[in-house]
């Protein structure tokens, strides 16, 4: 099916099974596209900012540098690559992101509160001050991630790598870190009342100002 002809289908809901299409560098910015089945798709580097997305399939897809600001992407994302992706103000709430690739990409004031992001990768990424509460990061590798004013209140981080993470004024109340790594981690000022630190690693961890 031409390329063209798959668009126009997808623009107007006529048809929402496209597993495994090729949509590279294509436009569906504002399209509501809800419940639609773009598993194993090629999405990379297109634009679907505004996109309504929410209950779609998108598990495998390859999202490389997609455009995806201010999208409801409420969604299945299982192993998506989501590499130097734009989710600046997603909404992915309790959207499943087990084990997606998050490196390079952008979550400035995203929305990840109840999402399932066990085994995800998001070394490096910028998280500052975003929603996580309530989230399933089980070993997640938040390595060097910026959680500076993350909200991580009741978050599920148990066996995560949180090595040489900033979690400056991060809120970490009732969260469960049981066996993460925080080597050299950055708690500054943290919130950590009824936080579960059993047998988390804090070598050469900065806790000043934490409040407990």
């Given amino acids: 099916m031409e390329t063209l002809t798959i668009l126009e289908k997808i623009r107007n809901g006529a048809d929402k099974q496209f597993p495994g299409v090729n949509l590279e560098d294509e436009n569906l910015a504002d399209c509501q596209l809800a419940k639609i089945n773009l598993a194993g798709a090629n999405l990379a ?78 070394t490096g990424v910028d998280l500052q001050g975003v929603d996580l509460r309530g989230a399933d990061l089980r070993g997640a590798n938040l390595n060097n991630a910026n959680l500076k004013g993350a909200n991580l209140l009741q978050a599920d981080l148990k066996g995560s790598n949180l090595s040489q993470s900033n979690l400056e004024e991060a809120d970490l109340r009732g969260a469960d870190l049981a066996g993460a790594n925080l080597s050299e981690a950055n708690l500054l000022c943290a919130e950590l009342e009824g936080t579960n630190f059993e047998g988390v690693n804090l070598e050469r961890t900065c806790t000043l100002g934490t409040s407990k």
Avoid: C, H, W
Avoid at 51 to 62: E, H, I, K, T, V
Avoid at 71 to 97: E, F, H, K, P, Y
């Fill in 45 to 122: 580097g297109t634009d679907l900012s505004g996109a309504n997305l929410q209950g779609a399939r998108l598990d495998g897809a390859n999202l490389l540098g997609a455009e995806l600001n201010q999208a409801d992407i409420r969604a299945n994302l299982v192993g998506a690559n989501l590499m130097q992706a734009d989710l600046s103000n997603t909404d992915l709430r309790g959207a499943n992101l087990r084990g997606a690739n998050f490196m390079g990409a952008k979550l400035v004031q995203a929305s990840l509160a109840g999402a399932f992001l066990s085994g995800a990768n998001l």
